[in-house]
């Protein structure tokens, strides 16, 4: 059954100039594109779209990055899709990321890593809602 996950190009990627050869990978991966935008973000933004990290220490510190240049957001869709993108994405640090995942190739650091995707049903509900009006969907 199809499933849909919610994934961002982070700021170091775009930066970087990672945007096309990242989403190469996720149609590689067969995720189709149901929605994408391109936009910059306020720290507000990022708090409240990182509001289940907010006890942590590196809560400022990542949304001051999520929040300091460009970046790409997408709804994704296949079979699957919430486990297969963090498969494709790799491990949060990218030193323990596999050979040919996103955040081995593209990722700087643990905080600087390149792309995000959804980690459960509820939260990709959530992710996809708070940035997406259902219209914009295809
Ligand atoms: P994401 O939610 O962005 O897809 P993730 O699920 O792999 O990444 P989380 O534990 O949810 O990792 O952390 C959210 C983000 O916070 C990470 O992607 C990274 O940018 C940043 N982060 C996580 N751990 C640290 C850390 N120890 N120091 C600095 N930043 C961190
Ligand atoms: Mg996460």
């Not at 510190?61 to 994405?89: H, Y």
Request: net charge neutral; aromatic share 10%; proline share 4%.
């Amino acid at each position: 059954m199809s499933e849909r996950t919610f994934s961002i190009i982070k700021p170091d990627a775009v930066r970087k100039g990672y945007t096309g050869a990242i989403l190469a990978e996720i149609e590689k991966g067969g995720f189709q594109i149901c929605a994408i935008k391109k936009l910059s973000i306020s720290k507000k933004q990022a708090e409240g779209f990182y509001a289940v990290h907010s006890a942590r220490p590196f809560f400022s510190s990542l949304t001051d990055f999520m929040s300091s240049g460009p970046i790409v957001m997408m709804v994704l869709e296949k079979g699957n899709a919430i486990a297969d993108l963090r498969k494709l994405m790799g491990a949060t640090n990218p030193a323990n990321a596999e050979e040919g995942t996103i955040r081995k190739q593209f990722a700087g650091s643990i905080e600087e890593n390149a792309i995000h995707g959804s980690d459960a049903p509820e939260t990709a509900a959530f992710e996809i809602g708070y940035w997406f009006a259902g219209y914009e969907l295809v």
